[in-house]
C-alpha cells in the first residue's frame, strides 16, 4: 500500500477523487490478496496433499477449496486494517458498503475456479508450479490496484474488463469508497460473466480428471 501510494498517488500523481489514497489502494489489495493468495495455495494443494489423495477417495474440490476458505480467514484480519485505515484518515463508508459480500462472493468464486484449474494442471505437468508465480505477480499489474481503472481510456474500458480482477476490484472500491465513485456496469457485467465460466469450467474439468489423480500423483 505504501509503495503503490508513493508511485502512483505522490510522484505519478494519478487522481484519487478527493479520497485517502492509501485507502483506495487498500480497498483494491483485499480482494487481490484473496486471490492470489488462494490460487497461489490451491494450486499446490494436491501435491502438498498427495499423500491423502493415494489412501482414500473423497472429493477432491475440497483440498483446493480449503485453500481458498484458509485465504478467506486472511481477508477478515486484512479487513481490520482497512478499518484502522478508516479511522485514522475520517473517512466512512456509505449505504453501499451492504454489497461488500456480493462482490466478495465475486472474489472468491473466481479464486475457486482459477484455483480449480491451475491444480488440476500442477498435477498434470508438474513444471507448471513454476508458472503459478509468474501468473499470480503478472496478475497485480494489469489489475487496477494501485491505481483507478478510470484513468484507462473510455474506448478501451470494456477490454480491459476481460481481466475479471478488474470488475471485483472496481466493485470493492465502488462498495467501501462512497460518494461520487461509479461502477462501469458493462465492465463488471464482463467480469462476472468469465468469473462464472472460469468457475464453472474449473470445476468440470477437475471432476472429469480427478479420478487419475491417485494414479498421476
Known sequence: MVVFTV??????????KGRPYPIMV?????????FSNAVSESSNSFIANANLITKVYF??????ASSVIVS??????SFIVLIFLMIWYIFMPDWRIMFLPLFLGLALLLALGAGFWFAVLNVRYRDF??????????????SPVGFSSSIVPEQ??????INPMVGVIDGFR????????TLYRPGFFVSVALSVIVFVTGFYYLRKTE???ADII
Open 211 to 213: 479420478k487419475n489423480f
Open 174 to 181: 465502488w462498495a467501501i469508497l462512497r460518494a461520487d465513485l
Open 72 to 77: 478467506l480467514v486472511d481477508f477478515v484480519l
Open 59 to 64: 472429493p477432491r474440490l475440497i483440498i483446493p
Open 156 to 161: 478501451w474500458r470494456l477490454l480491459y474488463s
Open 26 to 34: 487498500y480497498a483494491a489489495m483485499l480482494p487481490w490478496q484473496l
Open 7 to 16: 508511485i502512483f498517488g505522490t510522484l505519478a500523481g494519478l487522481p484519487s
Open 129 to 142: 508450479r513454476y508458472i503459478v508465480p509468474f501468473v499470480v505477480q503478472l496478475s497485480l499489474f494489469v
